[in-house]
Structures are given as structure tokens and as C-alpha cells.
């Protein structure tokens, strides 16, 4: 029974006293602290009024961040893992070895999607008698692999080189 249900209540409670004294025209001093009473309790229902509209706004409140709470899990259940995978690429011989250098990458499990892959030269032989060049490039990239190529070029003589490399995605 909310508010109103119990204003009314009283107030029906406090006429149908009231109507049936006035009749009898014999107004008790019982029947008059009876009254007495249902109008402190009506006083007491209206003076609880501003409270129980405050607590209301605040159910309301609670109920908006629930609701939040149950849509940011629901997001979060239904996203799609994020993950990486990491390797190294080597080529590595003495007398050099043949340049340039292609390997193509199988991940260990296939993204949804082509992930980013970055790169990094990790180690570099080479002779000290020429120039070092050399390019590593990461290309053809898939949700299954990529192709690694390292190549030099000009004069320079080079043994090996690794690079390492990390895929990310979902």
C-alpha cells in the first residue's frame, strides 16, 4: 500500500468517526482522543512524505545504475578476445648465406581477423669489410600468418640476422 492508500485510509477512518459522532451529537472524550490520534498519525504520514519521495529518487537511481552495470557486462561477455602471439625468424650461416630471405609465418592459432604485426631486428652478423645493409620488411599479412623477408643489398656480406616478431589482434 503506498502513500496515498494510507492517506486515505486515514482520512476515511477519521470522517466515518467523525460522521457517526456528529449524529449521535455525543462526542465521548474517548471518541475525541481517537481523533486526536488518527490526525497525529496523519501529521506524522505527511511529515514522512518529503522522505519517502527522496528514497524513491534514490530507488530510481540504484535502478539507472543497475541497468548500467547489466549493459557494460553484457558488452563485455560478448566482446571478442584480444591476443598476441610472438616468434623469431632466423637465417644464419657461414659461408653467407643466400640473400634475399623470405619465410612465410604460420600463427599457432588463426586470428578472426589479419592482427598487427611488429618487427624488430634482434641480431646482426656481418662482415666488417663492406657496409652493412639490410632491410626486413613483414608483409602479406593474414588471420593464419605473414611472410617475413630480409634482404641486403650492394656489397654487403651478411651471415645472418634475426628479427622477432609479435602479432596482435582479435
Known amino acids: 500500500m503506498g502513500l496515498k492508500g494510507i492517506v486515505l485510509l486515514i482520512s476515511t477512518i477519521a470522517f466515518s468517526e467523525t460522521e457517526s459522532h456528529q449524529r449521535n451529537n455525543t462526542i465521548s472524550a474517548k471518541n475525541q482522543s481517537d481523533n ?83 618487427q624488430g631486428l634482434t641480431m646482426l652478423d656481418s662482415s666488417r ?17 605473414f611472410e617475413a623477408y630480409l634482404h641486403t643489398w650492394t656489397d654487403t656480406i651478411l651471415y645472418g640476422a634475426f628479427i622477432t616478431w609479435m602479432a596482435c589482434g582479435y
Open 129 to 145: 669489410s663492406t657496409n652493412v645493409r639490410i632491410n626486413s620488411i613483414v608483409h602479406k599479412v593474414t588471420n593464419k600468418g
Open 36 to 118: 486526536y490520534v488518527v490526525l497525529y498519525l496523519m501529521e506524522q504520514v505527511f511529515a514522512m512524505k518529503p522522505r519517502i519521495a527522496s528514497l524513491e529518487k534514490e530507488i530510481n537511481n540504484m535502478e539507472l545504475t543497475i541497468n548500467r552495470q547489466k549493459n557494460k557486462i553484457k558488452i563485455l561477455q560478448n566482446r571478442k578476445e584480444f591476443r598476441c602471439e610472438s616468434g623469431m625468424v632466423k637465417h644464419h650461416n657461414f659461408p653467407s648465406p643466400p640473400w634475399p630471405y623470405k619465410l612465410g609465418v604460420t600463427f599457432k592459432t588463426p586470428f578472426q581477423n589479419a592482427p598487427t604485426v611488429t
